[in-house]
């Protein structure tokens, strides 16, 4: 009897307050929950979320292990698993959101579409397949969808599910990183910003025309620690965890303005409600903080060429004839060199759904709450 009193006494005055700090050093994550409608996401941007559009849309091939870990085969993601907006979309107990350009992937797109391609930007405005081009794929897929309404479709998305949608737009960093590639000047990448926020500013004006309200908007990761870039990079200005801090100096004046931008719209669109994610905190975050995390080599690449410190090698790269992979992709951050593995984006999800770095802090489940 003895003894069971002591054991209770440990439990309740040890591990239940061990316990707590456990769970209270980790980001909460918010529990989300459709409780009013099935959700609808429409997704714009670049290869961070892109679900098969490139590989779909030029035929272009994204070869294993690619998509090793998941779903067993390449599906055109450039990850060893799930994206971030595949983890938000399971958050939501929603299937993943289909490539529009996918015509084989069977899908009747009843829970939205991704007009995401790989190496989108906003500008040049009319070359496949940037923000603009996507805009107009996506006018085209309304106006079609809601013909199928009227002629009696049950299983498409009628005006009010195109209403209630959530319209996520992550895009920007082509913009900063190939400007940087095409060797102008720190001052003169900065100087393209504005029109880049301009780009963005018509995108979500269009979709709020189109009767769009909810808007989720990420800004730009700090590509300056990037394995592709400090290995291209020649000089480097190398910032105390070995990114490049030009390159990461241009994604914060580009995410000030789109948080600027954000604010604009609120005010100016009076009944939308505009969610601004700041990516970039927590993705600077698990490179500074990598062991932490339990992961080794931050700035290395898992699939690739060349060994440290990089493994990036632009003619070897992942998928590619010559290039390896990792046995243990949950060690490292970067998968390819650009992109992230799934245990990283596992971690960025959990971060994201805490609200604590979404202005406002609201839930990922808002638009379908309500």
Partial sequence: MHSHFLSHFFLFFFLVPLLCLLLLSF?????????KRPPVIFNFGDSNSDTGGLAAGLGFPINSPNGRIFFQRSTGRFSDGR???DLLCQSLNTSFVSPYLDSLGGSKFANGANFAVAGSATLPKFVPFSLTIQLMQFLHYKARTLELVTAGSGNSINDEGFRNALYM??????????SFSKNLTYAQVVKRIPSIITEIKNAIKTLYNQGGRNFWIHNTGPFGCLPQKLSLVQNKDLDPYG???SYNSAARVFNEGLRHLCIEMRSELKDANVVYVDIYSIKYDLIANATKYGFSSPLMACCGFGGPPYNYNIKVTCGNPGSQACDDGSKFISWDGIHHTEAANTIIVSKVLSTVYSTPRTTFDFFCRR
Avoid: K
Avoid at 27 to 35: A, D, E
Avoid at 169 to 178: C, H, M, P, S, T
């Fill in 27 to 35: 980001p909460h994550t918010v529990h989300c929950q459709c409780s």
């Fill in 243 to 245: 990114c490049i801090s």
């Fill in 169 to 178: 737009i992550d895009i920007g960093q082509n913009d900063l990183a190939d």
């Fill in 83 to 85: 994206l971030l907006i």
